[in-house]
């Protein structure tokens, strides 16, 4: 029997065995498979790798009973993560669970319907990330790795040096050398060993390509990445469970390599298949920077390649030039009538403001992308006023300050009544 464990407690106080679901890493172009190792990609094809899994046993009824009574985080969705059999350690650094709120006023400032803002900023490193790098560091722990390391935009090095520091393994994070100060700091201070890297993403994870074939190391990005982007999944299974365990109309997200936006169709799919939720996949509409917009470019020429781009937006944690799973996210929009839509930097600066002045969010510029997109639609007609329409908010505000530096004044007066008086008007006598 399941017991439930009380709200707050960290994972696993019990000892939890998990599914034999997982099967194999299987070739998403020809099919061929492949164990459970860490394997870059197709060696016949050099197509991605996905983690394959046998469901056809098991029991919806049970299965909601086992996931409601399992811990609080993304682990109660453990039946649907790329692990072996046995029993796992607790997670100091358990994300998920994180808000999903109703976003009225939002909602109106639109003319929507009904809009629901999933606030992933709201986990252990304040972003989405912690989610694929809990799985991923899980992952390199279980194939016996000392050392993790990525190719980042940002937050996932946030996240890779922290889980690294919780769970006791050394790291290596590669970064393009121009991120924002904030997110640079909020790696270091893990005690990871920080390499800024003179060039862009692309040239970063190309780095990281060659490092992966020589050191004996896990990047949860590179070699690993096929258990890394389990993690999102979760995303998908939380959404669901918080709308009482069905589905919204439509999901609006944001696009960097095209792995969470992937994802969040792969999961809903999953549960569908199972009989977990009811309905059928949502409209899928990605957002992505206009000076980053490979995908949304794509999108609009009808093109299933995307052509790489040399990045230059305020987004820099969706600057990824050359998106591996472009094709992947251009088919899901496609086969839900979907869109990929881009914003310029100003409109996502707007949807930063918009974000913060109707609900009391404060996210990054991924955030700002994502609300922009979300206006755009809005404003095309393109979403029905009877939609249930999930946005996700994938990062903290406090860690691109640059973006709203200049966005309004503070009124700095001396600390006297007749100061204040000078600046906002006298007080009316009754
Ligand atoms: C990494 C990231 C994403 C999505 O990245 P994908 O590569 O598309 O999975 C979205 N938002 C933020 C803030 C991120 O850091
Ligand atoms: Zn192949």
């Known amino acids: 029997m399941w017991e439930e464990i009380p709200p707050g407690t960290s994972a696993h106080s019990q000892a939890e065995v998990f599914s034999l679901a997982v099967e194999s890493l299987n070739c998403k172009e020809c099919g061929a498979s492949y164990e459970l190792g860490a394997a870059f990609f197709c060696e016949s094809c050099f197509g991605p790798l996905e983690v394959r899994y046998d469901h056809s046993g098991l029991d919806a009824v049970e299965l909601k009973r086992k996931i409601q009574a399992g811990s609080r985080g993304i682990w109660r969705y453990a039946d649907f993560l790329p692990f072996a059999e046995g029993e796992r350690p607790g997670d100091p650094l358990e994300p998920g669970m994180t808000p999903l709120v109703k976003a009225d006023r939002l909602a109106e400032r639109l003319g929507l319907g009904e809009v629901w803002v999933k606030n992933d900023a709201a986990n252990p490193t304040h972003s989405f990330k912690d989610r694929v790098v809990a799985v991923a560091v899980a992952k390199a722990k279980e194939l016996g790795f000392e050392t993790v390391a990525c190719a980042s935009t940002g937050n996932l090095a946030n996240a890779v040096a922290a889980h690294a520091a919780a769970a006791g393994l050394d790291s290596y994070v590669f970064v393009p ?3 924002e100060e904030q997110k640079l700091l909020a790696t270091g201070v893990y005690g990871t060993k920080l390499v800024g890297i003179r060039g862009n993403y692309d040239d970063v994870n190309r780095l990281c390509t060659e490092l992966a074939a020589e050191r004996p190391w896990a990047f ?24 009482g365990w069905t589905l919204p109309d439509r999901i609006v997200g944001p696009i960097a390599s095209g792995s969470m936006f992937t994802k969040l169709g792969r999961g809903i799919s999953e549960w569908l298949e199972i009989g977990l939720v009811e309905g059928e996949l949502p ?30 937006t305020i987004a820099k944690s969706l600057a990824i030039g050359d998106p591996a799973d472009g094709p992947y996210a251009l088919d899901l929009a496609r086969s839900t009538a979907g869109a990929i839509e881009s914003v310029d930097d100003d409109e996502i600066r707007a949807g930063i403001r918009l974000l913060a002045e109707t609900t009391g969010i404060f996210t990054e510029t991924a955030g700002g992308v994502t609300v922009g997109v979300l206006a755009k639609l809005a404003e095309q007609g393109a979403i029905d006023p009877g939609e249930r329409v ?10 691109t300050l640059d973006a709203v530096r200049d966005s309004f004044q503070m009124h700095e007066i ?9 600046e906002f008007a006298p007080a009316q006598v009754a």
Do not use: H, W
């Not at 999930?390 to 860690?399: A, D, F, Q, S």
């Not at 001396?414 to 000078?422: A, H, I, K, N, V």
């Open 177 to 179: 050398s121009d991120l």
């Open 220 to 243: 949860v990005n590179v070699n690993l990445r096929a258990y890394y982007a389990e993690g999102s999944k979760t995303l998908a299974y939380e959404t669901i469970e918080q709308l």
């Open 283 to 312: 409209i899928f509409c990605g957002a992505q920077a206009e000076g980053c917009s490979p995908v949304a470019t794509a999108f609009a020429d009808g093109s299933d390649v995307c052509k790489p781009q040399k990045p230059d």
């Open 390 to 399: 999930v946005v996700y908010i994938t990062g903290e505000g406090l860690k």
């Open 414 to 422: 001396d600390p006297t009544l007749e100061s204040f008086e000078r």
